[in-house]
């Protein structure tokens, strides 16, 4: 059986509460809570991720902070990175697309609204978006 794609979770506890059993049957999952400890992670784990999926409220809304600061390390700069919002929020629909906008700018692959989709589809569209982008990332290194 091959080894499932191993995938960093950067995420506060709630939202980690609701990732988990929407991915953990399909991915290896490493949970971190701040943006120190990711990459801390990221640049010393025993196997590389291949994947980073992070919420918007991470390390007291740090989501943005750490994308940059993955997308400007060499040895993680590669490594596709997914934003999303587990969580309904105070931010408006606009503030959503702006959050977006800017996750775009800097370097993410995709930004996914979950609470925008019912259950099943959010499940769906995390999953597909994993696996597209891992299996494009896994075709650039080839």
């Known amino acids: 059986m091959a080894a499932k794609p191993r995938v960093l979770i950067a995420s506060q506890p709630a ?11 399909v991915f290896d999952l490493v949970t971190v809570r701040t943006t120190s400890e990711a990459l801390k992670v990221l640049e ?6 291949e994947l980073i999926i992070s919420t918007i409220a991470f390390d007291d809304s740090r989501m943005v902070e750490f994308l940059y600061a993955a997308k400007s390390r060499q040895g993680t700069s590669a490594i596709p990175f997914i934003c999303c919002r ?3 929020t105070v931010l408006s629909g606009d503030a959503v697309a702006r959050v977006a906008e800017v996750c775009m700018l800097g370097g993410a692959a995709e930004f996914i609204d979950l609470p ?10 995390l999953r597909a ?14």
């Not at 010393?44 to 991720?49: L, V």
């Open 15 to 25: 939202a980690w509460r609701i990732l988990r059993p929407m991915l953990e049957e």
């Open 44 to 49: 010393s784990g025993p196997a590389p991720s």
């Open 86 to 88: 587990v969580l309904p």
């Open 116 to 125: 925008a989709l019912d259950r099943r589809s959010a499940v769906a569209a």
């Open 129 to 142: 978006a994993a696996m597209r982008h891992i299996a494009s990332s896994a075709a650039k290194r080839d």
